[in-house]
Nanobody, 126 residues
Framework: EVQLVESGGGLVQAGGSLRLSCAAS????????IGWFRQAPGKEREGVSCMRSSDGSTYYADSVKGRFTISGDNAKNTVYLQMSSLKPEDTAVYYC???????????????????WGQGTQVTVSS
C-alpha cells in the first residue's frame, strides 16, 4: 500500500523559511513523480513543484520559482520542499502526491496524481 506522509508545516513570519517533508512508503514503481500542491481556503488546489524519480528533473510553478526548492533523499524515501522568502499568500495546506502512471510531461496537473498525503498546514503571517 502506497502511503505519503507530510510533515514540517507551521507558522512563520513573512520572509521566513520552512522545509516540508514527504515520506513515501509502499512504492514498487521504477519511475514516478512526486509533486507538492497547496490549497488555500476557498481556492482550488494548485501545483507548486514536482520531481521525477528517474532523472531528478524538476518543475516549479511561476509563483514559487526562485523561492522554493524540491529535492529528494532516495535512502530515506523522502522528498523535501524547501520554502524561503515566504509570503502571506503562500498560506495553505500543502500536500504531496505521487504520479505513478506518468502519462504526461512532468508537471502538476492534479488529476495526473494517483496517491495523496493528508496535508500539512503552512501559515505565513505578515
Amino acid at each position: 500500500e502506497v502511503q505519503l506522509v507530510e510533515s514540517g508545516g507551521g507558522l512563520v513570519q513573512a520572509g521566513g523559511s520552512l522545509r516540508l517533508s514527504c515520506a513515501a512508503s509502499g512504492f514498487t514503481f521504477d519511475d514516478y513523480a512526486i509533486g507538492w500542491f497547496r490549497q488555500a481556503p476557498g481556492k482550488e488546489r494548485e501545483g507548486v513543484s514536482c520531481m521525477r524519480s528517474s532523472d531528478g528533473s524538476t518543475y516549479y510553478a511561476d509563483s514559487v520559482k526562485g523561492r522554493f526548492t524540491i529535492s529528494g533523499d532516495n535512502a530515506k524515501n523522502t522528498v523535501y520542499l524547501q520554502m524561503s522568502s515566504l509570503k502571506p499568500e503562500d498560506t495553505a495546506v500543502y500536500y504531496c502526491a505521487a504520479d505513478v502512471r506518468l502519462r504526461s510531461a512532468l508537471g502538476t496537473l492534479v488529476n495526473e496524481y494517483d496517491f495523496w498525503g493528508q496535508g500539512t498546514q503552512v501559515t505565513v503571517s505578515s
